[in-house]
């Protein structure tokens, strides 16, 4: 080729090399702001999930322990209204039989009744005067030393006692369960949770990432919003709405996601790092985009595939997260084990398998363990707490192929499946050996009653109350020996 042909096909090649460089560059680059966008937009959904998920346990955990308290109504007689002991006597019953926690009734004069004591309520409790005590309530309850309690209360028909109608029953659940429960403290995953009144105060006495737990959080939130951002944020408090905002604090960009809880007026929070889900599945985005320089003649058909690909895979990342965020949230903090919420979610599973007929064969081993007080009063919290924990590992020790459950301070309950339920009478046998022997060295005492499942129970509930009625023999058999 003779060099003056040859400088027109240079330039033209150079020229052309340009102009793809120049494409890919503008390719890429519109292409690393669609995926920051895509990016933005699963992050969103996470939060979302988070919140919502968390939303949902709570509304359920409520629904339930509404549930257990209308068959606890249902299961009242004349009977237990006949006396203040026999009232007090059902109340026991009902509390121990459902896992209902300081279960009690109020009447017409605002007396409360409750299985140790009696008291005028009226200055107390809220959900006492005549509007709110025609409605099911859930409300919080200041308790000593500035904790709080959360009250669910339902209205109560055609019951009378001493000549006064019952109007209310309720139950009084610790906010440190509801704090156990969902699982707030997740803080070295840089994901903060908490429970805001409708006002910006805070519930759980929980630090929520950069908002202490005394501040409230709307007024902190307007030192980083602008006015218009912080009406919106106030108006969504106030009138129950989910919603979110960026902001940015100490030079680094925070999501921040809101969702109301039905009937309590209370918003649960979540508060995440705006570069958290980046750093977590940037390397896909960078991955993808560089085959896609590589691959110019199907740029088009690998963004597409790239958007895909960042999509699935980071919603199976969320996915994962959710799904190890719902296991904690079944989980008693204290001992490890499936606490009261994982319970009652077994208890309704069962309860479908029987309707439908497909249940197999189980059984409850119901325990409660002997000398907590004792040891809460001479020792201290620390070591009733440590009592539990040794409790819970001998049982699940024993039980090694069985679900264990935390439904109360000190009870536990142990669903007998597979070789566990064929070995059950043996089992529960080597438990009562060890439990004599404890009780005359000074371990710990466990009293156990247990029940299997029969063809004509149509709750698991049955077969609990059961197994409940043999735990109490046993105890008392213990406190004698």
């Known amino acids: 080729m003779k060099r003056s042909n040859l400088f027109p096909v240079l330039i033209g090649a150079v020229i052309v090399v340009l102009i793809v460089i120049a494409a890919t560059l503008w390719m890429s680059a519109g ?15 996470y939060l979302e999930e988070l919140a919502d998920r968390r939303s949902q ?6 629904e339930t322990e509404a549930d257990q308290m209308q068959r606890a109504l249902a299961l009242m007689t004349q009977e237990d209204l006949s006396s203040q002991e026999a009232l007090r006597s059902f109340i026991g019953r009902v509390e121990a039989l459902y896992g209902l926690e300081l279960f009690a009734v109020a009447d017409e004069d605002n007396v409360v009744y409750t299985e140790h004591t009696t008291y005028m309520g009226g200055s107390r409790y809220a959900f ?40 209310t029953c309720f139950i009084e659940i610790n906010m440190d369960d509801i704090v156990s429960m969902l699982a707030f403290n997740t803080q070295e995953k840089g994901t903060y949770f908490s429970l ?8 759980t006495g929980l630090d929520f990432g950069p908002v202490s737990a005394k501040q409230n959080l709307l007024t902190f939130m307007s030192r980083y919003l602008t006015a218009a951002e912080t009406e919106v944020l ?4 106030r009138n129950g709405t989910a919603g979110k905002a960026l902001f940015s604090f100490s030079g680094a960009g925070q999501m921040f996601y809101y969702s109301p809880i039905p009937e309590t007026g209370w918003m649960i929070t979540v508060l995440i790092p705006e570069n958290l889900i980046y750093d977590q599945i940037g390397g896909i985005r960078e991955e993808t985009m560089n085959r896609s320089i590589i691959q110019i003649s199907i740029t088009c058909a690998a963004l597409l595939a790239f958007f895909g690909v960042l ?29 009261k919420y994982a319970y009652t979610q077994k208890v309704n599973t069962v309860d479908q398998d029987i309707q439908s007929g497909n249940i197999r064969l189980f059984a409850l081993v119901v325990c409660d363990l002997n000398g907590l007080k004792q040891v809460n009063d001479t020792q201290g919290h620390a070591a009733g707490d440590n009592y539990i924990r040794k409790a819970s590992q001998l049982i699940c020790d024993l039980y090694k192929h069985s679900p264990v459950y935390r439904i109360g301070g000190d009870e536990f309950v142990v669903f007998l499946e597979g070789t566990d339920y064929e070995q059950r009478s043996e089992l529960l046998e080597s438990l009562d050996s060890r439990m004599v022997e404890n009780n005359k060295t000074g371990g710990v005492v466990i009293a156990a009653g247990m029940a299997e499942y029969q063809p004509g129970d149509s709750h698991l509930f049955d077969v609990f109350s059961r197994a409940d009625s043999l735990m109490y023999e046993r105890k008392k058999q213990l406190k004698n020996a």
């Open 311 to 339: 999509a699935l895979k980071a919603q199976r990342e969320s996915r994962a997260l959710l799904e190890e965020e719902r296991k904690i949230a079944e989980r008693d903090s204290l001992t490890g084990v499936g606490n």
């Open 31 to 45: 292409a690393r702001k669609a995926t920051d966008d895509a990016v933005e937009k699963v992050s969103e959904f």
């Open 57 to 62: 346990v709570v509304t359920r955990f409520f």
């Open 128 to 167: 006492l005067s005549d509007e709110l005590s025609r409605i099911r309530t859930i409300t919080t309850n200041a308790t000593y030393g500035g904790g709080k309690d959360i009250c669910l209360s339902l209205p109560v028909q055609n019951r009378v006692f001493n000549g006064k109608k019952l109007k």
């Open 234 to 237: 106030s108006g969504n408090f």
């Open 196 to 203: 805001y009144y409708e006002n910006g105060e805070n519930l």
